[in-house]
């Protein structure tokens, strides 16, 4: 499941369930994204961590960029029961197919 996140505060998922939470950083084309994400328990205990560098031409392929590296890294965890959680809700949108939308 995806979801965006609409404040600060850590909102757990459901019981037995981990959550993956996502951010970028970008300042321009001609510098590297920074891409961090955090992977926690229900209860709320950090499981683990992880960073990636990349490229992007804009803010909004920087977020699909973020929420692509949090799934693989997921999926190289070999996780079975996750909810994928980033702030940008036009990214979230397009993902959970309630919107059409365009990279640039």
Not at 6 to 16: A, D, F, Y
Not at 26 to 48: C, E, Q, V
Not at 73 to 84: D, I, S
Request: net charge neutral; aromatic share 6%; hydrophobic share 40%.
């Amino acid at each position: 499941m995806l979801n965006i996140s609409k404040s600060s505060i850590w909102l757990p998922p459901t019981p037995n369930v981990m959550k993956i939470n996502v951010d970028i950083s970008f300042i321009s084309a001609d510098m590297p994204i920074t891409i961090g994400y955090l992977l926690r328990y229900s209860n709320g205990k950090l499981i683990s961590a992880g960073t990636k560098v990349g490229s992007a031409a804009t803010p909004r392929e920087a977020e699909c960029e973020g929420l692509l590296a949090a799934a693989q890294w997921g999926l190289n965890q070999q996780l079975k029961a996750v909810h994928l959680e980033a702030d940008s809700k036009p990214a979230v949108d397009y993902l959970n197919g309630s919107t059409t939308w365009n990279i640039t």
